[in-house]
């Protein structure tokens, strides 16, 4: 069993006054395998006092201190990637392939904002004034359980080379990657106060982040819902915000694509981390003579999926993340099923050989109409939904139509033509053939998907303010 119960404040792990006991439990097993103290309102003015009491300070540290310091982050979070891998598995329910995956990237994440660092310029000229960027002050950094330490450490990368001090919120639900990731946080040893960590319930502990005056900035990557109530909360002390939020996102498959290749992945684009994933292409436009084919090819790529144990490497797709997660997942399978969306793979229940563990079957729909419930929401599991175009300008006004625009994914045999075919949509991410991710290229949402936009250059100035100089 694992307690979880100190929290990260001023460089030291301490006892929360908040006494509230928040299981964890193995989404694979349903047992519970520990528990989490949540901080209270108390707790988290605390780590806001140590971040604020640090800020002076650390945002007059050099370029080359800070670029130090996030080295010695990536070291000390590289150190910890078979224990963060393992426990992603065990808290979450992710695949070994991908969790082995997600702490290389939860580590890197230093070593590209210290690479952006290096060559930023803080000070310019435009016109005749002179263009200081400075950090923006207390950063609050607050992460969803399906990136939790991805999140966290690309949020806090970026917060550090800016300069600002940080107070984090990861979920809950995640308290054992959490614990890992502050403990190698700790052993990098940065100025106390500079990181502080407490694990709390949204409505407590976030509440109190997204009001208290002393917070300049908020980082933000959970579901669309939350993001709404964050920005409207954080609106009275003007608090920059950035959201990264839900998504609906399209693959479009051009006429020309090579279909025996571009729907196994697109389907692996669908059900990457179990469905979980706010990038996941849920949507597959599909020309409408080929639908026949293509549901012929989805159903096979769906039968060479493996559903079972997240450690066994041979699995593709473990359990969700809880258990309100999977009965979200069969309620929105019953909702294709009653506003008449065809069902050619999986369907409501468990898999069958699974009498516990939060698994579902991977599910596909066809002759899904882009007005239905299944295709405007964001499900977060692995339920895919085929829907048909007539031509080109169809598949657009389709992939278009949606209140999200955070990915879409084209396949053809012609780049250019993807290409222009990408700079038709509304996303802030387009990715042709294949899924990619460049921690250099800045990441976000158009419309209800989010504000703002992480990593490289974009991420690093989202924790800057602009200050104009200018002498008469
Ligand atoms: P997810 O279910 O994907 O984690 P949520 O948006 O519910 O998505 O949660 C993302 C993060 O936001 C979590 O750390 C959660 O505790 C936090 N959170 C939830 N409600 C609030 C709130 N009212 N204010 C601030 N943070 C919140």
């Given amino acids: 069993m694992r307690n979880i119960d100190h929290i990260y404040i001023d460089g030291a792990f301490v006892k929360p006054h908040g006494t509230e006991r928040f299981p964890l439990v193995n989404p694979t097993t349903e047992e519970v395998i520990g528990h989490v103290v949540l901080a209270d309102k108390e707790d988290t003015q605390r780590a806001i006092a140590a971040a604020k009491a640090a800020l002076p300070a650390f945002s007059r540290t050099s370029k080359a201190q800070r670029i130090g310091m996030l080295e010695r982050l990536h070291a000390a979070v590289i150190a910890r990637a078979e224990a963060l891998r393992d426990a992603t598995i065990e808290e979450y329910g992710g695949p070994v392939s991908r969790a082995s995956w997600v702490s290389q990237y939860a580590a890197q994440a230093f070593l590209d904002a210290a690479r952006t660092l290096e060559t930023y310029e803080f000070e310019r000229r435009v016109g005749s004034a002179i263009v200081v960027m400075e950090p923006v002050g207390v950063s609050v950094l607050i992460t969803p359980w399906n990136s939790n330490a991805g999140s966290i450490c690309s949020k806090l990368a970026m917060a550090i080379a800016a300069g600002c001090t940080t107070v984090i919120k990861p979920s809950e639900m995640s308290a054992i990657q959490?614990?890992?990731?502050?403990?190698?946080?700790?052993?990098?040893?940065?100025?106390?106060?500079?990181?502080?960590?407490?694990?709390?319930?949204?409505?407590?502990?976030?509440?109190?982040?997204?009001?208290?005056?002393?917070?300049?900035?908020?980082?933000?990557?959970?579901?669309?819902?939350?993001?709404?109530?964050?920005?409207?909360?954080?609106?009275?002390?003007m608090k920059r915000v950035s959201l990264a939020l839900g998504g609906k996102s399209p693959t479009i498959l051009l006429e020309d694509a090579d279909f025996e290749k571009a729907v196994p992945a697109a389907l692996n684009i669908a059900f990457q981390n179990n469905g979980q994933a706010c990038i996941a292409g849920s949507r597959l436009l599909v020309p409408h003579r080929r639908l026949a084919q293509v549901v012929e090819l989805a159903q096979a790529a769906v039968a060479a999926m493996k559903v079972g144990d997240p450690a066994d490497p041979a699995t593709t797709i473990g359990p969700m993340a809880n258990r309100n997660q999977f009965d979200r997942v069969q309620a929105y399978i019953r909702r294709g099923l009653e506003q008449g969306a065809t069902l050619v793979a999986g369907g409501e229940g468990r898999p069958r050989g699974f009498d516990r563990g939060f698994f579902v079957k991977p599910t596909v729909f066809a002759n899904v109409g882009n007005d239905m419930t299944i295709a405007q929401e964001e499900i977060f599991g692995p339920v895919l939904s085929i829907i048909t175009y007539r031509d080109e300008d169809d598949a657009v006004a389709i992939a278009n139509d949606s209140a999200f625009g955070l990915h879409a994914y084209v396949f053809s045999a012609d780049t250019r033509h993807a290409q222009a075919v990408a700079r038709r949509l509304e996303a802030g991410r387009v990715a042709i053939n294949g899924m990619q991710h460049d921690p250099l290229a800045p990441f976000g949402g158009y419309k209800q998907s989010g504000v703002g936009r992480e990593f490289g250059l974009f991420g690093l100035e989202s924790f800057l303010e602009a200050k104009t100089v200018m002498t008469a």
């Fill in 178 to 237: 959490t614990r890992i990731v502050a403990e190698a946080f700790h052993e990098a040893d940065l100025p106390a106060g500079v990181v502080n960590i407490i694990n709390g319930r949204g409505d407590v502990v976030g509440t109190e982040l997204s009001t208290n005056p002393d917070v300049a900035r908020i980082s933000f990557t959970g579901s669309t819902g939350t993001g709404k109530i964050i920005a409207r909360q954080a609106l009275d002390t």
